[in-house]
């Protein structure tokens, strides 16, 4: 008798440039780059500002707050490590502050989910040091 093992989930490694999204995402906080000269997000984190070119950059937490723009259920198997999780959801965010972020929509039956419906970031552990925001139903 043999013992099958799950494959291991695929898991972003952080680099240099976007360490402090994931390193935030495991405290439980939805960072993104902030361009320090207009104002503007930025995701994915880059260099320079798309509004106004400036290289002058933070990081600053966002809302979490958002709304659900477009979303897909995926019914065929891409992964092994996904084979049980099918049919799943891979929904494209809006966040309150403009950036639009793909990730999955968790707390929710694929059925009840709906373009426009208010969202709130949570965030699931994917590996010891890495964790990704998915967002769930806002609680009114
Ligand atoms: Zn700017």
Not at 23 to 49: Q, T
Request: charged residues 20%; negative net charge.
């Amino acid at each position: 008798m043999t013992t099958q093992t799950e494959p291991a989930r695929p898991a972003p490694v952080p680099d240099e440039v976007s360490a402090p999204y994931f390193e935030g995402a495991r405290d439980g906080k939805l960072m993104l780059m902030r361009c320090l000269a207009c104002g503007a997000w930025r995701f994915p984190a880059r260099d320079r500002c798309d509004r106004c070119w400036s290289t002058e950059t933070e990081w600053a937490q966002a809302s979490g707050e958002g709304t659900l723009f477009s979303f897909v259920l995926m019914h065929q198997v891409y992964h092994p490590a996904f084979a049980r999780e099918v049919p799943y959801n891979v929904a494209v965010v809006e966040l309150a502050e403009g950036i639009r972020l793909t990730t999955n929509i968790v707390d929710c039956p694929n059925e009840a989910i709906h373009i426009g419906m208010p969202v709130q970031a949570v965030f699931e552990p994917v590996s010891d040091t890495v964790a990704l925001p998915k967002f769930r139903p806002a609680r009114g």
